[in-house]
Each structure stands twice: as structure tokens, then as C-alpha cells.
């Protein structure tokens, strides 16, 4: 099999500062033997090797909130929305407010591919923050049912279920791919 047929194009969304770069740094930057390329600007490709199986993820960090919530023509908006075959839509638990967008996010995206079973994983990122928290491991889970996603909590900072989030998702593209 040809390696472009595992290849996927993996679009980061979410507020600002919930932790996006910090990711997907620690996404491109694990020292293995692949070494990975940035491609153009906030474009990163790595393969992993999940369940004995190689699959090459490219991560694009380029979203940016429209300047207004009903500039929905916004070109590189629109384009984020369209041109994933998976989501991660980050929010911070320290960070109520990103937890809104996330689920604003989650319409907005279902709205755009409307008929497509894309894999959606909902991320709570600074888990580390503890006396910060404003948003529970509980209502996060429960939002990520309401909305039909995977969920996960994430701590770039202490590097905690960052490379269970990206397993993750390549075993959502392959539940897809498999036809279940
Ligand atoms: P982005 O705007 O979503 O790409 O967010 P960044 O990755 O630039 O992170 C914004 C800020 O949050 C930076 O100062 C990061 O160091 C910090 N940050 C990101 N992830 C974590 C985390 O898990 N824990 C803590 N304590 N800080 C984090």
C-alpha cells in the first residue's frame, strides 16, 4: 500500500491561548526517528505508528477566530472547516469561556460538513492548572456526548495524554476508513 493512502490532514481549532501550539509542538517535536517537517507555516506532518500500523498525520495550527462571530465568509475560516478529515477542537478547563467556543466550534463544523462522519475529539487542555479549573473533567465529557465526540484531558505542560490524543484520532480516521 502506497504511504498516501494513510495520509490525513488533521485541523486544531479553538480559542486562543487554550494551548493549541503547545500541542502540536509536542505533537511534531517527541525526538523518534521520524523527524518532522514543517510544511509552510503551522503545518506539521508526522507518522505514528499506532497498533502496529503506520499512519501519517499533517496538523495544521492555523486557525484564527473570525474578527466578528457572523463573519462566517471569512476565508480562512472557511477553509479550515473544509478542508479537515479530522478535528481537534481545544479548549482550556481554566477557561469557561473556551469551553463555549468549543461547543460553537462543534455546530459551526457540523454545519459546514453537514452530511460527512468526520472524527471530532473535544480536548481539555491545562489539566496541570488545578485551583484554576472553572470547567469540569464531568461537563466536559457530558458535552462531548451531547455534541458527538471523543473527549480527552490534556496537560501540554506536563505532557500528560498528549500522544493518547493523537493515537486517538488515527484510530478514529481508521473506525471511519474500515467502514464501521
Ligand atoms: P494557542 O494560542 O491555542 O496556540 O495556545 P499556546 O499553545 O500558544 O498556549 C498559550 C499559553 O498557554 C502559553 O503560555 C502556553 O505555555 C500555555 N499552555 C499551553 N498548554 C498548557 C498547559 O497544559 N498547562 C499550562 N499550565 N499552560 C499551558
Known amino acids: 500500500a502506497g504511504s498516501w493512502e494513510s495520509l490525513y490532514r488533521v485541523v ?22 521520524d523527524v518532522p517537517e514543517p510544511l509552510g507555516e503551522d503545518t506539521y506532518e508526522r507518522t505514528l505508528s499506532v497498533d502496529d500500523e503506520e499512519t501519517t498525520l499533517l496538523v495544521m495550527d492555523t486557525w484564527e477566530p473570525a474578527p466578528r462571530a457572523q463573519d462566517e465568509e471569512n476565508r480562512s475560516h472557511n477553509c479550515c472547516l473544509q478542508v479537515g478529515n479530522a478535528y481537534i477542537i481545544v479548549y482550556s478547563v481554566t477557561d469557561r469561556g473556551s469551553f463555549e467556543s468549543a461547543s460553537e466550534l462543534r455546530i459551526q463544523l457540523r454545519r459546514t460538513r ?5 472524527p471530532i ?14 470547567v469540569s473533567v464531568e461537563e466536559g ?27 486517538g484520532v488515527v484510530r478514529q ?8
Open 12 to 33: 486544531l481549532l479553538g480559542d486562543p491561548g487554550v494551548g493549541k501550539t503547545s500541542l502540536v509542538n509536542l505533537f511534531a517535536g517527541v525526538p523518534e526517528r
Open 114 to 118: 453537514q452530511s460527512e462522519n468526520i
Open 121 to 134: 475529539i473535544l480536548v481539555g487542555n491545562k489539566t496541570d492548572l488545578v485551583r484554576r479549573r472553572e
Open 141 to 167: 465529557r457530558a458535552c462531548a456526548v451531547v455534541f458527538d465526540c471523543k473527549f480527552i484531558e490534556t496537560s501540554a505542560a506536563l505532557q500528560h495524554n498528549v500522544a493518547e490524543l493523537f493515537e
Open 173 to 180: 480516521l481508521r473506525l471511519r476508513r474500515d467502514g464501521s
